[in-house]
């Protein structure tokens, strides 16, 4: 187990992880090639080490590497890797097993993909401590309290009895960064934590991470796109780009003083934003959310939500986890019927449910998710996944469809030769989310919702797939509902602003004037949570909301 003295931070204890030469195959289309190349990577207790990078760069093969562990289809074929002495590619993997978990954690990007669903929260939290001989299953389930708690979780006595679907993205994601400190690792691998939260909650958990690896001695490796992210949390950084180290640094002086190009172009503020709509609109909206209320079971989660999308317009819909965004989403595509309101498509009501809409209703609008990971078959070839649209609204077959699927992916810039006999597992993430697009676009809807979809790509290749989605909405005259909680995302694409809290409008207005003061207070609460790339932000701004609090100034934002 970790010392559990306290350190200052900056004090840095002895070597815990030294990878030397690491080398990672990986058989795609039957060759065999490498995709990390030769790599070194040092880490002391304590130290937080920042890896970044573009998609495809190798961060989350190097992070999982540390535990000696690849994934499918990937292996590690030259260097070592040791971990306080031991040599982790020479011991057996039974031994492998009993330090994973116990002295090395895993926090993966997606919690959803990686929580049982059919066992409660608290029942996996306890798994492991009690499989290691950590602890007993009581003195577990009372140390799974304090760490839901710690991290900042709603009704932490009780919320571990739920099962993952019965909490949002957010919350399942803070779960599982407790179950990574429950048997106080020496290692924690943080693969992009704080990808599905929104700027309000990642303040707190960014904080409650911080103060776990410092009070235990913790070491980390944080893997991330988010620069402003890494800024707040990582001693060092380590710029990766195909598999090749680029730079190496101290946080601060990298920071100041990038000595490479393509270290400078992923510090490079975004400076990608669209032409503003034209102002005209016409009388009657593309869709028209009227007063629309809605429950889970008995639970009431939307309040009288109404706002409009017109034709070539994209509205941003933002707010934290558990605002109403995704739900919102789920009435208009009818997967959540409303007890009030309607939902209106080119001035017609929409029947409530989707299984009473006509296939010309359901076509009109699409969604994209934010995973694409668990959005897209892993059995299934491209060829197949953009297709099925193509058969099932537009009853193309043979020859047409095939012509069709490659012309859709020429239009999201993906040769159709190289990729539509591809699985979803042969593609980087970024990859994977312009399959999404073009399997929305199959259906040749009116309306595209937009779940998230940047919030879990590298700065450069979220850019691309913003450009990507401004010129399809020029050339085809789509709407976008775009749910995201990254105001830089809004700053990009948005024509409207609408600002949600606990299930209710908020504030809305054109974008220009949304960001623009005065705000409502929970408006002002979201504009002054967006990290910045100084590594004394997160500080300077947990004190200045420490004396608001003290003054009694301060906003409480909705349980996550």
């Known amino acids: 187990m970790a010392d559990t003295s306290s350190t200052q931070r900056g004090e840095k204890g002895d070597v815990l992880l030294e990878m030397k030469g690491l080398k990672i195959a990986a058989k795609v289309e039957e060759e065999e090639i490498e995709i990390v190349h030769g790599v070194d990577v040092t880490l002391r207790r304590g130290e ?3 890896l970044i990078g573009e998609s495809g760069a190798g961060k989350s093969t190097i992070g999982l590497a540390s535990m000696a562990y690849t994934r499918g289809g990937c292996w590690i074929s030259g260097g070592t890797v040791n971990f306080d002495g031991i040599d982790m590619l020479s011991v057996s993997e039974e031994q492998r097993r009993e330090l994973r978990g116990k002295r090395i954690a895993y926090v993966a990007q997606s919690a959803a993909a990686n929580f049982n669903p059919a066992h409660r929260l608290i029942d996996q939290f306890t798994e492991s401590p009690v499989l290691h001989g950590y602890s007993n299953r009581s003195a577990a389930e009372e140390d799974a ?21 019965q909490v949002s993205g957010g919350q399942l994601q803070r779960a599982m960064t407790a179950m990574a400190m429950s048997c106080r690792p020496d290692l924690i691998v943080f693969d992009e934590p704080t990808t599905a939260l929104d700027v309000t909650t990642q303040i707190e958990v960014l904080a409650a991470i911080r103060d776990i690896v410092d009070q235990f001695n913790t070491a980390a490796i944080y893997v991330t796109h988010d620069l402003a992210v890494v800024a707040q949390m990582a001693d060092r950084i380590m710029v990766l780009r195909h598999g090749n180290l680029v730079e190496e640094g101290d946080t601060r002086e990298m920071l ?8 400078r172009q992923l510090l490079a503020v975004r400076t990608f934003k669209k032409e503003n709509a034209v102002e005209s609109k016409p009388e009657t909206p593309l869709l028209r959310v009227n007063n629309v209320s809605a429950s889970y079971g008995t639970t009431p989660v939307l309040f009288g939500v109404s706002f409009d999308v017109h034709k070539g317009q994209t509205v941003a819909v ?7 965004k995704s739900t919102t989403a789920r009435v208009i595509t009818g997967l959540l019927p409303p007890t009030d309101g309607t939902v209106e498509f080119n001035g017609k009501a929409l029947p409530a449910d989707f299984r009473k809409r006509s296939k010309s209703e359901l076509r009109e609008a699409q969604m994209i998710y934010q995973m694409a990971d668990t959005a897209l078959n892993p059995r299934q070839r491209i060829r197949e996944i953009i297709g099925r649209p193509l058969a099932f609204y537009l009853g193309m077959s043979g020859k047409q469809r095939e012509d069709r699927t490659r012309e859709l992916l ?6 159709p030769d190289e990729y539509i006999d591809r699985f979803p597992t042969e593609l980087s993430g970024g990859q994977k989310q312009r399959i999404c697009i073009a ?5 040749e809807p009116e309306l595209i919702i ?12 979220a850019e691309e797939i913003l450009k990507l989605l401004d010129r399809l909405q020029k050339e085809l005259n789509l709407a976008y509902m775009f749910i995201t909680h990254d105001l830089a995302t809004v700053r990009a694409i948005a024509d409207e602003v609408v600002v949600m809290l606990r299930g209710k409008v908020d504030d809305m207005g054109p974008k220009d004037e949304m960001f623009k003061p005065p705000h409502t207070d929970y408006t002002d609460l979201l504009l002054s949570s967006v ?8 500080d300077n701004l947990l004190e200045e909301r420490k004396k608001m609090a003290e003054e009694g100034r301060v906003l409480k934002a909705a349980d996550n």
């Not at 839901?148 to 009780?158: A, G, H, Q, Y």
């Not at 100041?256 to 270290?263: I, M, S, V, W």
């Open 48 to 50: 937080v080490l920042g």
């Open 145 to 165: 309290k304090q760490l839901f708690e710690r991290l900042r979780l709603p009704n932490s006595d009780t919320i571990g009895y739920r099962y993952p679907h």
């Open 256 to 263: 100041a003083n990038p000595k490479q190009d393509y270290t």
């Open 318 to 324: 933002v707010g934290e986890s558990g605002s109403g």
């Open 410 to 415: 020429s239009m999201i810039e993906m040769d």
């Open 439 to 443: 399997r929305a676009l199959a259906a």
């Open 450 to 461: 937009c779940d998230e979809v940047t919030s879990a790509l590298d700065q450069l290749v």
């Open 531 to 538: 990290p910045e790339m100084d590594p004394d932000w997160l």
